[in-house]
């Protein structure tokens, strides 16, 4: 028993990805899982009954997390459909690379604005209802860039430093409530998002991976689900990389 099974969990950017990966490993653990995004792919419906098992399904919720006041509606309507929130998974990010000097404001603003203002919106959005009910698990998904930067991505890494930040301050004020909220940082991860890369950059990526590829999906998606569990009841406040060895 994983202690995930009957929880309830939100996952953002949960139409495609790692965020995919993440709702059906929650799901096979015995979560109610319910994917927020802000557009579903045309193949989630079908994706979605193909993973139902038993009594258990994958919801779907239109939800842009950068909409303050849209994200407190959809999280309160969620534990009114499904009686609480149990687990948070902010995985919703997006990408804007650029050298610094041909960075515009406008790329620097809609990265942080998805990938760290998103991630506060629903950790206030269900911090009063975990800190209400003694007990939560949030998970970030950051980046091994937030902690190591990476040319190019100013505006990325500074928004997965921000969440680094943020996790450890709200696991500050939430661990008395025994609610633990925690960080996975992936490196290389075989997505949409790594398919813009060129394949220079890709093969530079490969030469500082001790492990020699880049990771699937579903690899981090079994520590989020471990973090989600209750084998990981006394970890908070921490980054687990997941990154083959990227940074160590
Ligand atoms: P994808 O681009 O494949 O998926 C990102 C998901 O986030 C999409 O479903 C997208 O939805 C959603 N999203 C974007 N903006 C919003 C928004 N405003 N509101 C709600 N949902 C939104 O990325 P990955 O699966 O690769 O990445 C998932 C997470 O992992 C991100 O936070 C990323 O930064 C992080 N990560 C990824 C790595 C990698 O190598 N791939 C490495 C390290 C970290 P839509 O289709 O509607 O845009």
């Not at 995919?20 to 899982?33: F, M, Q, W």
């Not at 609610?179 to 500082?208: I, R």
């Amino acid at each position: 028993m994983t202690g995930i099974q009957n929880k309830i969990a939100v996952v953002t950017g949960g139409g495609r990805g790692i965020g995919r990966a993440i709702v059906v490993e929650l799901l096979n653990d015995g979560a109610t899982v319910i994917a927020y995004d802000k557009v579903f792919p045309d193949d989630f419906d079908s994706f979605a009954a193909g993973c139902a098992k038993e009594e258990k399904k994958v919801f779907k919720k239109v939800v842009d997390v950068t909409d303050t006041d849209g994200v407190q509606k959809s999280i309160d309507e969620t534990a009114k459909e499904f009686g609480t929130v149990d687990i948070l998974v902010n995985n919703a990010g997006i990408t804007r690379d650029r050298l610094l000097l041909r960075m515009t404001e406008e790329d620097w603003d809609i990265v942080l604005k998805v990938n760290l203002k998103g991630a506060f919106n629903t950790i206030k959005a269900v911090a009063r209802i975990m800190a209400k009910q003694r007990s939560g698990k949030i998970i970030n998904i950051s980046s091994v860039v937030g902690v190591m930067g990476n040319a190019g991505q100013a505006n990325y890494s500074a928004s997965k430093a921000g969440l680094i930040g943020l996790t450890k301050s709200i696991a500050k004020e939430l661990g008395g409530r025994n609610v633990t909220v925690n960080c996975v940082a992936p490196g290389f991860v075989d997505t949409e998002m790594t398919h813009q890369l060129t394949d220079e950059q890709k093969a530079a990526f490969l030469t500082v991976i001790p492990l020699k590829r880049a990771s699937k999906p579903e690899e981090v998606a079994g520590v989020v689900s471990f973090l989600a569990s209750s084998k990981a009841d006394y970890i908070t406040g921490q980054v687990i990389m997941v990154d083959g060895g990227m940074v160590m």
